[in-house]
C-alpha cells in the first residue's frame, strides 16, 4: 500500500475534446427544439433561446475549447495532495471538492480557490470536466486511479 508521500505530481494539461463538443450540440440542440413545443408567446421564445445560446457558447468555449477567460488550461496535484489550477491570467490553489464525479469515461473534477490575503479572491468555484479525449490516456487512467485510491482513505 503506497502513501500520499511517494506519490508523484500529476501534471494535466487537458485539451479540447471532440466528444465533449458533440455531446454539448446534442444536449443544448435539444433544449433549442423544445422550444418549438412550448407555449410562450414570441418575446418569451426570444428570451429563452438567447439565454441557451450564450450559455452553449460560455460552455463550449470554458470546457470543449478551453480558450474563455475562466478555462483551467493545466491542473497540478502534488504529492501532498495540493492542487494548482492555471488560467490564461493566472495561477490559483484549489481544494478538490467531495462532489467531484469518477467515472470509467468522464471525470468531474468540483472545485473551490483557496483565497489569498493579497488578491482578495472570493470563494470561487470552479468545474473542470474531463474525457479520455482531454488527456493522453496514461495521465486519465492515472488521475482515475488516484482519485479512486483517495477516495477510499
Keep these: 500500500m503506497s502513501s500520499r508521500k511517494s506519490a508523484v505530481p500529476l501534471e494535466l494539461d487537458p485539451r479540447p475534446s471532440r466528444r465533449l463538443g458533440v455531446f454539448a450540440l446534442v444536449v443544448y440542440g435539444g433544449a433549442l427544439a423544445v422550444m418549438a413545443a412550448l407555449a410562450l408567446p414570441w418575446w418569451g ?21 478551453r480558450s474563455g477567460p475562466r478555462a483551467i488550461l493545466k491542473l497540478i496535484w502534488d504529492e501532498d495532495g495540493r492542487w494548482t489550477l492555471f488560467t490564461a491570467r493566472a495561477a490559483f490553489e484549489a481544494v478538490l471538492l467531495p462532489a467531484s464525479v469518477v467515472y470509467p469515461e ?13 488578491d482578495g479572491l472570493p470563494r470561487r468555484r470552479a468545474t473542470v470536466l474531463l474525457l479520455p479525449d482531454s488527456l493522453d490516456r496514461r495521465s486519465f487512467r492515472r488521475l482515475r486511479m488516484r482519485l479512486e485510491m483517495e477516495a477510499t482513505r
Excluded: S
Design 45 to 65: 421564445v426570444v428570451a429563452v433561446t438567447g439565454a441557451v445560446l450564450v450559455e452553449f457558447v460560455r460552455f463550449f468555449r470554458e470546457h470543449v475549447l
Design 106 to 118: 468522464l471525470v468531474i473534477l468540483r472545485f473551490r480557490f483557496v483565497p489569498r490575503a493579497a
